[in-house]
């Protein structure tokens, strides 16, 4: 049925979200106005002052661009991957594709946020379907979450393989090995693009086996005499496999705490990622009635999540556990750029608390789920593409990454370091990239509801420059200003300054809405704008600051 005018159809890869941030990973691939979305994830704000809301790339240019969207593809079930599905789902009423795991976290996800209905179908490592006018291969890769994939896309202008996200284990925990060979076997077949995961580039040499990580709890969890607390990412289920494997040969019940680890070791348990006896893991209540060393706790938070288990219990907070002197206290996970001062405080906070504290910089208690250099290179050298594309990572690892790829054979040419918003086009010809060609952005998510753009910048304003209200009540009959403008700021100025330049500015705009002379309403943009506009500039000028300006206009 392949029809003969797709055969020269060009193919369009469009990045919306993933390539210039870690996180927010979205590739559109587009060809003969159908369209197959790759990933739909989001992104933790770097500044806490936007709330505690997650970023999700906005997707203004597929609401408009009339594309037919004929499915979303899950690498794999990280929330950079599938946590913004919710968002597309209710705008995009499209079926969704992953593997088993994939699909049981992002319907916990669905669960959480909807749209309820959704239709999703399982996808297993090297059997292919079809999706219009593509045909797709998942392939297994190894990362820090299980039943991860790669995609092989067969388009009319050649086959594309996505990474995903990888990283090259020898041993991993499941067994389930990086499908090298297949890689090869495209690579040899002829690959157009290969869109390879950035997220390690920096890092030479390997990143070494999620296995190696057991014999250093083993060690850890054997000298501790009380409670023993692992801090973990709830979906690493081959981490807490680990350290439940160990906490067993101890005599030690595992717990899980918070809604999230529970629902995560329930899930694992459900799909033989936990392959545990039942009693082998109890719940808070129970754990209150066994020896502190018969007792291993699984708690999130290792990012300093101020409403996670670990940062309740570094504050004495927490309803069901405590950390006492005697207790041990492992951050199994990295330190994400950002979020080292919270982590810090944490640190510390379970330090006075008594506890021995390990991480990644005094104890080797994480390996990366991401593949280093040497990884990199060797996926390229199997898949030999004629093209190549950097993706997930900020602008200097995708440059990194392109320079790699040169290096490892890639003509320079082919190397294309694009942005979001950036389409690369494949064809006949040779491939074209377009800066700066399509509409991006990110939307704040929080509380499952969807902020649209201007609530970013808005958040933004607050927190560097503040607010002013304006309070104006005008007549209802004559349109005549009857009180006011009344002016009040917040965040915007410390000591008797306030007064001097809150009453200058106010004189400013009661002479100009003076010579501009009404009738003024309430529901007109006029008065509004006028006050949104004179107290701007007097900001501007006076302060060098652009607070948020706040009309409140009564009528009376
Ligand atoms: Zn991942």
Same mark, same amino acid.
């Given at each position: 049925m392949a029809s003969h005018g797709l055969t020269s159809s060009p193919v369009r890869i469009v990045p919306l979200g993933g390539l210039g941030e870690i996180g927010l990973n979205l590739t559109v691939v587009e060809c003969a106005g159908r369209a197959m979305v790759?990933?739909?994830?989001? %992104?933790?704000?770097?500044?806490?002052? /936007?709330? #505690?809301?997650? /970023?999700?790339?906005?997707?203004?240019? /597929? +609401?408009? #661009?009339?594309?037919?969207?004929?499915?979303?593809?899950?690498?794999?079930?990280?929330?950079d991957h599938v946590g913004a599905l919710p968002y597309l789902l209710r705008r995009f009423n499209v079926p969704v594709y992953g593997t088993e795991v994939t699909?049981?976290?992002?319907?916990?996800?669905?669960?959480? =946020?909807?749209?309820?209905?959704?239709? %999703?179908?399982?996808? +297993?490592?090297?059997?292919?379907?079809?999706? @219009?006018?593509? @045909?797709?291969?998942?392939?297994?890769?190894?990362?820090? %979450?299980?039943?991860?994939?790669?995609?092989?896309?067969?388009?009319?202008?050649?086959?594309?393989?996505?990474? @995903?996200?990888?990283?090259? =284990?020898?041993?991993?925990?499941d067994g389930e090995l990086f499908d090298r060979e297949r890689f090869a076997e495209l690579g040899a077949a002829g690959v157009a693009l290969l869109m390879s995961d950035s997220t390690n580039v920096e890092r030479a040499g390997r990143s070494g086996a999620e296995s190696s990580i057991k014999p250093v709890l083993r060690e850890i969890v054997a000298r501790s005499r009380g409670k023993f607390f692992l801090s973990v990412f709830s979906s690493h289920l081959h981490?807490?496999?680990?350290?439940?494997?160990? $906490?067993?040969?101890?005599?030690?019940?595992?717990v899980p705490l918070g809604r999230r680890m529970a629902e995560s070791v329930r899930l694992g348990l459900e799909l033989g990622q936990l392959p545990f006896a039942p009693g082998t893991f109890v719940g808070p209540a129970e754990a209150e009635f066994l020896e502190s060393c018969k007792l291993t706790f699984l708690a999130s938070g290792s990012q300093g999540e101020p409403l996670s288990a670990l940062a309740r219990i570094a504050a004495d907070a927490h309803p069901r556990a405590r950390v006492e002197p005697g207790d041990t206290v492992v951050l199994s996970s990295r330190f994400i750029p950002g979020n080292e001062r919270t982590i810090n405080t944490l640190v510390n906070q379970l330090c006075k608390r008594g506890a021995e504290v390990f991480y990644e910089a005094v104890a080797p208690v994480h390996v990366s789920g991401h593949a280093s250099r040497d990884e990199l290179a060797e996926l390229i050298a199997l898949v030999k593409p004629k093209y190549f594309v950097p993706i997930h990572g900020e602008y200097r690892h995708l440059r990194r990454h392109a320079a790699l790829a040169a290096a490892c054979g890639v003509p320079e040419g082919n190397c294309f370091l694009l942005e979001d918003g950036e389409p690369l086009t494949l064809s006949a010809g040779p491939a074209v990239h377009r800066a700066r060609a399509v509409e991006? !952005?990110?939307?704040?998510?929080?509380?499952?509801?969807?902020?649209?753009?201007?609530?970013?910048?808005?958040?933004?304003?607050? !927190?560097?420059?503040?607010?002013?209200?304006?309070?104006?009540?005008?007549?209802?009959?004559?349109?005549?200003?009857? *009180?006011?403008? +009344?002016?009040? $700021?917040?965040?915007? /100025?410390?000591?008797?300054?306030?007064?001097?330049?809150?009453?200058?500015?106010? *004189?400013?705009?009661?002479?100009?809405?003076?010579?501009?002379?009404?009738?003024?309403?309430?529901e007109g943009t006029m008065l509004r704008g006028e006050i949104v506009h004179t107290l701007r500039n007097y900001f501007s000028h006076a302060l060098g600051k652009r607070p948020l300006i706040v009309p409140h206009i009564m009528e009376v």
């Open positions: 790759i990933d739909a994830g989001v %992104m933790f704000p770097e500044e806490r002052a /936007l709330g #505690s809301g997650v /970023l999700a790339p906005d997707l203004a240019y /597929l +609401e408009q #661009s009339h594309l037919e969207i004929l499915g979303v593809i899950l690498t794999h079930a990280h929330e699909l049981a976290f992002a319907r916990r996800r669905l669960d959480e =946020d909807g749209p309820v209905g959704a239709r %999703m179908a399982t996808i +297993e490592p090297r059997r292919r379907f079809e999706l @219009g006018p593509f @045909g797709i291969e998942p392939i297994r890769v190894t990362h820090s %979450m299980p039943d991860s994939v790669a995609l092989a896309v067969t388009t009319p202008a050649g086959l594309i393989v996505h990474s @995903g996200d990888f990283k090259i =284990d020898p041993t991993p925990i981490r807490i496999r680990q350290l439940t494997e160990v $906490s067993r040969e101890m005599g030690r019940r595992v991006t !952005g990110r939307i704040l998510l929080e509380d499952g509801e969807f902020g649209d753009p201007g609530l970013l910048s808005e958040r933004r304003t607050l !927190g560097r420059d503040g607010t002013v209200f304006a309070v104006i009540a005008v007549s209802s009959k004559t349109g005549a200003i009857v *009180a006011g403008p +009344e002016l009040v $700021s917040r965040g915007l /100025l410390i000591g008797d300054g306030t007064s001097a330049h809150i009453r200058r500015a106010r *004189a400013q705009l009661a002479e100009r809405l003076g010579r501009v002379g009404g009738p003024f309403s309430a």
